[in-house]
C-alpha cells in the first residue's frame, strides 16, 4: 500500500493539465463551438504563468495570469468564428501553430530559469495520515481546483438552467435563437472558459508540473485533452476517467522500464493514446448515449437571420 | 536594345560581384543546433562555445546559429541553406545530423564541417566528440558513495553508443566503490522532454533510486530530486540552480576551446579532415561543482578526476565483463576507441536489455 502512494500521487498531477483543459473544452463544445486551438491556449498560458510568476515573484500572480492569457487567446478565436463567422476548425488550427510561436517568443528570455512552484496544501494533523493523507489532502491548490472543476461542470451543465440553455444553444442554435436565447453571447462566454480552463492548464505545467519554461513544454497534451473530449462522449465524469487512465499509462510505462520489463520502450510510449482510446470508446458504445450527448451543432457557423 | 540589354545584364553581373566580394571580408562560422540555444543544456554549451569565438575571434569571424533543427529530412534543409548562404564552417552539433552533414558536405567541397559526436568523416568533414564517460564513471563512484538504497535512476534517450558509454562507464565506476551497486534504467526516446523527464524521474524514485544521472537535456530530473529530498546529477551544464540542495556534480560540457582552434585553423589555411575526442585531459569537459557530499566523497572524486586526467587511469581498463558473463577486456586491457565508439553491449551488473 505504501508503495502506491506515490504513483498514485504522481497519477493524479499527471492528469490534472489534461483534466483542466478538457473540461474548459467540453464547455464550449457543448455550446456547439469546435475549438481546436487548445495547444495554442496551453503554451501561452504556460508562459505567460511563468513570466508573471519570475517576474513578480508570485505563483499566484502566475496563475492568475495563464488564465489570462489563456482567456485572451480564446477571445481572439471568439472574434473570429462568432463574429466575423470563420471557419472554426481553420481558426482553431490558426491559433494552435500562431499560440505555439508566440509562447516561444515571449519566453526566449525566461529559457534556463529555475521556476518557484505553488505550495501544496497542508492540512495540520489531516494530510500526515498514511497513504490517504497526502493523496487526499497534500495536493497542490491547482488539482483541488481541476476536481472541483470537474464536479462544478457536471453540476451546472447537467443540473442548471444554465446548464440547459448551453446544451440547447450547442444542439440547436436555431431554435434556441428562436426561443429568444442570446446564442452569440452563450458561446463566447463558453469559448472563453474553455480559454481560461487552458490557460491553467498551461499555467500547472509551467508553474507546477515542472517549475520551467521550454518552448513546445505541453508536448501535445492540448491534443489529447481535445481527443478526450470526444472519446469521453462529452460527458464531464468519464473525462476524468479518460484523463486519469492517460496519466496511469503514461506513468505506467515509465515505471515497467524501470523494473526492467522488457517491452521495447516506443511500445510503451504508444500504450496511453492506446489504452485510453479503446477504454473510452468500448464504454461510449451506446449509440443512444453518442447521440443524446453529442452537441449536434458542433462547429456549425451560426448567423443570426439567415 | 541588344546592347542596352547587354549593359544592364553586365552592371548586375557586377553588382552581384561586388556585392559578394563585400560581405566575404568576415569567415562565416555557422552553428546548427538539435535544442533552444538557451535549453539550459546541452545546446546552450555549445552556443557559450560560439560566444568564445565571437569574442576571441570577432574581428576576423562573424557566427550565427539555426536552433530547434530536428534530426532527420529537415536537418537536411537547414543545413543546406547554411552551405549556400556563404558560411565557411558550419559546426553540426547533433548526432542525428551525421548523415544530412555527409550528403550536404559532398555538394559543397568548399565549406568545411564539424559533426559533433558522430563517427562519419570525408574530406570537408571532421568529427568532435567529448569523453563523456570520463565523467561518468567518477560520477558512479560518488552516486556509490552517497546512494543509501544501493540505486541508482538513469534517465536515457536514445540506445546510441555514446549513451551506452555513459551507462557502462557508470556502472563500472559505481562497481569500484560498491560491487552490488544496481542501476534502474529508463528510455524517454527523446533528448528533450521536461514532463517526460520528471515523470521518469518519479518513477524511477518510487522503485527505490536515490540518486538520479540522466543522459537527457532538461533539468526536470534535478527538480524533482529537489522536491523530494533526493539526489541527482546534472547533464550538459551546471543545473545546481535547478536543485541546489540535490545537486551532486554537472557534467558539464566545455566546447569554446575547440571551436576557436578549428575556426582558427580555417582562417590561417591548416584545416583538416580530423577526428578528435577529448576529456578531462583538455578541461573540454568539467565535472562540477561538486556539492552536497561529505568531504572524503568529493576529494575521492577529484582524485580520480586527476587520474584520468594525468594519463594515469583509463576508464575502460580491464577486467571488463560483458552483461552475459563475456571478458570483453583481460586484466590491464584497454579497450579500444573504435569498439568504444561502436559500443553495443552492457557490462555485467546491468539489468536492462539494450532496445532496438
Given at each position: 500500500?505504501?508503495?502506491?502512494e506515490?504513483?498514485?500521487?504522481t497519477?493524479?498531477?499527471?492528469?490534472?493539465?489534461?483534466?483542466?483543459?478538457?473540461?474548459?473544452?467540453?464547455?464550449?463544445?457543448?455550446s456547439?463551438?469546435?475549438?481546436?486551438?487548445?495547444?495554442g491556449?496551453?503554451?501561452?498560458?504556460?508562459v505567460?504563468?511563468?513570466?508573471?510568476?519570475?517576474?513578480?515573484?508570485?505563483?499566484?500572480?502566475?496563475?492568475?495570469?495563464?488564465?489570462?492569457?489563456?482567456?485572451?487567446?480564446?477571445a481572439?478565436?471568439?472574434?473570429?468564428?462568432?463574429?466575423?463567422?470563420?471557419?472554426?476548425?481553420?481558426?482553431?488550427?490558426?491559433?494552435?501553430?500562431?499560440?505555439?510561436?508566440?509562447?516561444?517568443?515571449?519566453?526566449?528570455?525566461?529559457?534556463?530559469v529555475?521556476?518557484?512552484?505553488?505550495?501544496?496544501?497542508?492540512?495540520?494533523?489531516?494530510?500526515?495520515?498514511?497513504?490517504?493523507?497526502?493523496?487526499?489532502?497534500?495536493?497542490?491548490?491547482?488539482?483541488?481546483?481541476?476536481?472541483?472543476?470537474?464536479?462544478?461542470?457536471?453540476?451546472?451543465?447537467?443540473?442548471?438552467?444554465?446548464?440547459?440553455?448551453?446544451?440547447?444553444?450547442?444542439?440547436?442554435?436555431?431554435?434556441?435563437?428562436?426561443?429568444?436565447?442570446?446564442?452569440?453571447?452563450?458561446?463566447?462566454?463558453?469559448?472563453?472558459?474553455?480559454?481560461?480552463?487552458?490557460?491553467?492548464?498551461?499555467?500547472?505545467?509551467?508553474?507546477?508540473?515542472?517549475?520551467?519554461?521550454?518552448?513546445?513544454?505541453?508536448?501535445?497534451?492540448?491534443?489529447?485533452a481535445?481527443a478526450?473530449?470526444?472519446f469521453?462522449?462529452?460527458?464531464?465524469?468519464?473525462?476524468v476517467?479518460?484523463?486519469?487512465?492517460?496519466?496511469?499509462?503514461?506513468?505506467?510505462?515509465?515505471?515497467?522500464?524501470?523494473?526492467?520489463?522488457?517491452?521495447?520502450?516506443?511500445?510503451?510510449?504508444?500504450?496511453?493514446?492506446?489504452?485510453?482510446?479503446?477504454?473510452?470508446?468500448?464504454?461510449?458504445?451506446?449509440?443512444?448515449?453518442?447521440?443524446?450527448?453529442?452537441?449536434?451543432?458542433?462547429?456549425q457557423?451560426?448567423?443570426?437571420?439567415? | 536594345?541588344?546592347?542596352?540589354?547587354?549593359a544592364?545584364?553586365?552592371?548586375?553581373?557586377?553588382?552581384?560581384?561586388?556585392?559578394?566580394?563585400g560581405?566575404?571580408?568576415?569567415?562565416?562560422?555557422?552553428?546548427?543546433?538539435?535544442?533552444?540555444?538557451?535549453d539550459?543544456?546541452?545546446?546552450?554549451?555549445?552556443?557559450?562555445g560560439?560566444?568564445?569565438?565571437?569574442?576571441?575571434?570577432?574581428?576576423?569571424?562573424?557566427?550565427?546559429?539555426?536552433?530547434n533543427?530536428?534530426?532527420?529530412?529537415?536537418?537536411?534543409?537547414?543545413?543546406?541553406?547554411?552551405?549556400?548562404?556563404?558560411?565557411?564552417?558550419?559546426?553540426?552539433?547533433?548526432?542525428?545530423?551525421?548523415?544530412?552533414?555527409?550528403?550536404?558536405?559532398?555538394?559543397?567541397?568548399?565549406?568545411?564541417?564539424?559533426?559533433?559526436?558522430?563517427?562519419?568523416?570525408?574530406?570537408?568533414?571532421s568529427?568532435?566528440?567529448?569523453?563523456?564517460?570520463?565523467?561518468?564513471?567518477?560520477?558512479?563512484?560518488i552516486?556509490?558513495?552517497?546512494?543509501?538504497?544501493?540505486?541508482a535512476?538513469?534517465?536515457?534517450?536514445f540506445?546510441?553508443?555514446?549513451v551506452?558509454?555513459?551507462?557502462?562507464?557508470?556502472?563500472?565506476?559505481?562497481?569500484?566503490?560498491?560491487?552490488?551497486?544496481?542501476?534502474?534504467?529508463?528510455?524517454?526516446?527523446?533528448?528533450?522532454?521536461?514532463?517526460?523527464?520528471?515523470?521518469?524521474?518519479?518513477?524511477?524514485?518510487?522503485?527505490?533510486a536515490?540518486?538520479?544521472?540522466?543522459?537527457?537535456?532538461?533539468?526536470?530530473?534535478?527538480?524533482?530530486?529537489?522536491?523530494?529530498?533526493?539526489?541527482a546529477?546534472?547533464?550538459?551544464?551546471?543545473?545546481?540552480k535547478?536543485?541546489?540542495?540535490?545537486?551532486?556534480?554537472?557534467?558539464?560540457?566545455?566546447?569554446?576551446?575547440?571551436?576557436?582552434?578549428?575556426?582558427?585553423?580555417?582562417?590561417?589555411?591548416?584545416?583538416k579532415?580530423?577526428?578528435?575526442?577529448?576529456?578531462?585531459?583538455d578541461?573540454?569537459?568539467?565535472?562540477?561543482?561538486?556539492?552536497?557530499?561529505?568531504?572524503?566523497?568529493?576529494?575521492m572524486?577529484q582524485?580520480?578526476?586527476?587520474?584520468?586526467?594525468?594519463?594515469?587511469?583509463?576508464?575502460?581498463?580491464?577486467?571488463?565483463?560483458?552483461q552475459?558473463?563475456?571478458?570483453a577486456?583481460?586484466?590491464?586491457?584497454?579497450?579500444?576507441?573504435?569498439?568504444?565508439?561502436?559500443?553495443?553491449?552492457?557490462?555485467?551488473?546491468?539489468?536492462?536489455?539494450?532496445?532496438?
Amino acid at each position: 500500500m505504501e508503495m502506491l502512494e506515490g504513483p498514485i500521487l504522481t497519477i493524479i498531477t499527471a492528469a490534472t493539465p489534461l483534466l483542466l483543459a478538457a473540461l474548459g473544452e467540453l464547455v464550449t463544445e457543448r455550446s456547439g463551438v469546435l475549438n481546436l486551438g487548445v495547444e495554442g491556449m496551453m503554451a501561452v498560458g504556460a508562459v505567460c504563468g511563468f513570466v508573471a510568476a519570475d517576474l513578480s515573484g508570485q505563483p499566484f500572480l502566475g496563475v492568475a495570469a495563464a488564465v489570462l492569457a489563456g482567456m485572451a487567446a480564446a477571445a481572439l478565436f471568439a472574434l473570429l468564428t462568432l463574429v466575423l463567422v470563420a471557419n472554426q476548425v481553420a481558426s482553431g488550427l490558426a491559433l494552435t501553430l500562431s499560440g505555439l510561436g508566440l509562447s516561444a517568443l515571449i519566453g526566449d528570455a525566461f529559457v534556463g530559469v529555475p521556476g518557484l512552484g505553488v505550495p501544496h496544501l497542508h492540512i495540520p494533523g489531516v494530510s500526515v495520515i498514511p497513504f490517504l493523507g497526502p493523496i487526499l489532502f497534500g495536493q497542490d491548490i491547482l488539482t483541488y481546483l481541476a476536481w472541483a472543476l470537474a464536479i462544478g461542470v457536471w453540476y451546472v451543465l447537467f443540473r442548471t438552467r444554465t446548464g440547459l440553455v448551453i446544451r440547447a444553444v450547442g444542439d440547436n442554435h436555431v431554435s434556441a435563437h428562436a426561443l429568444g436565447y442570446p446564442v452569440i453571447r452563450v458561446r463566447l462566454l463558453a469559448v472563453l472558459f474553455g480559454g481560461a480552463a487552458a490557460g491553467l492548464a498551461g499555467g500547472y505545467l509551467s508553474l507546477v508540473y515542472t517549475p520551467q519554461w521550454t518552448p513546445n513544454m505541453t508536448a501535445g497534451r492540448g491534443w489529447i485533452a481535445l481527443a478526450l473530449v470526444v472519446f469521453a462522449a462529452w460527458i464531464p465524469l468519464r473525462v476524468v476517467l479518460g484523463a486519469l487512465l492517460f496519466g496511469a499509462i503514461s506513468y505506467l510505462a515509465l515505471y515497467l522500464q524501470g523494473i526492467g520489463i522488457g517491452l521495447p520502450s516506443q511500445f510503451l510510449s504508444s500504450m496511453p493514446y492506446l489504452t485510453t482510446i479503446l477504454v473510452l470508446v468500448v464504454i461510449s458504445r451506446n449509440r443512444v448515449l453518442l447521440r443524446v450527448n453529442t452537441p449536434a451543432c458542433l462547429g456549425q457557423a451560426f448567423v443570426p437571420d439567415r | 536594345m541588344q546592347k542596352f540589354l547587354a549593359a544592364v545584364g553586365a552592371a548586375a553581373i557586377l553588382a552581384f560581384a561586388a556585392g559578394g566580394a563585400g560581405a566575404a571580408d568576415k569567415l562565416k562560422a555557422c552553428f546548427v543546433y538539435v535544442g533552444p540555444h538557451n535549453d539550459g543544456g546541452y545546446s546552450q554549451q555549445h552556443d557559450m562555445g560560439r560566444q568564445q569565438v565571437d569574442k576571441e575571434l570577432g574581428d576576423k569571424v562573424e557566427t550565427s546559429f539555426v536552433e530547434n533543427v530536428a534530426e532527420g529530412p529537415d536537418a537536411e534543409r537547414a543545413i543546406e541553406r547554411l552551405a549556400r548562404g556563404g558560411c565557411k564552417i558550419i559546426f553540426t552539433t547533433s548526432f542525428g545530423f551525421m548523415d544530412p552533414t555527409i550528403k550536404i558536405a559532398a555538394k559543397y567541397p568548399d565549406v568545411k564541417f564539424e559533426h559533433a559526436t558522430g563517427f562519419k568523416t570525408a574530406a570537408n568533414v571532421s568529427t568532435y566528440n567529448l569523453r563523456w564517460y570520463e565523467g561518468r564513471y567518477v560520477m558512479g563512484q560518488i552516486a556509490a558513495k552517497i546512494s543509501k538504497s544501493g540505486t541508482a535512476g538513469y534517465i536515457v534517450s536514445f540506445p546510441i553508443p555514446e549513451v551506452i558509454m555513459g551507462i557502462n562507464a557508470f556502472m563500472l565506476g559505481a562497481q569500484s566503490v560498491n560491487p552490488d551497486f544496481k542501476v534502474k534504467i529508463v528510455w524517454v526516446n527523446t533528448w528533450f522532454d521536461p514532463g517526460k523527464e520528471a515523470d521518469a524521474a518519479k518513477a524511477l524514485f518510487d522503485q527505490g533510486a536515490d540518486v538520479l544521472i540522466q543522459h537527457t537535456d532538461s533539468p526536470a530530473g534535478m527538480q524533482v530530486a529537489e522536491a523530494r529530498g533526493l539526489h541527482a546529477f546534472g547533464q550538459s551544464s551546471d543545473m545546481s540552480k535547478f536543485g541546489p540542495k540535490a545537486h551532486l556534480a554537472s557534467l558539464i560540457d566545455n566546447w569554446g576551446p575547440y571551436y576557436v582552434k578549428r575556426v582558427k585553423a580555417v582562417l590561417d589555411g591548416s584545416w583538416k579532415s580530423t577526428q578528435t575526442w577529448a576529456g578531462f585531459a583538455d578541461d573540454d569537459i568539467i565535472l562540477g561543482p561538486l556539492g552536497n557530499m561529505p568531504d572524503d566523497v568529493k576529494a575521492m572524486a577529484q582524485g580520480t578526476i586527476d587520474k584520468i586526467k594525468s594519463g594515469q587511469f583509463f576508464v575502460f581498463t580491464g577486467p571488463i565483463y560483458k552483461q552475459d558473463g563475456t571478458l570483453a577486456a583481460k586484466e590491464g586491457e584497454k579497450i579500444d576507441d573504435a569498439t568504444l565508439l561502436s559500443l553495443n553491449w552492457y557490462v555485467k551488473g546491468v539489468d536492462d536489455k539494450i532496445p532496438q
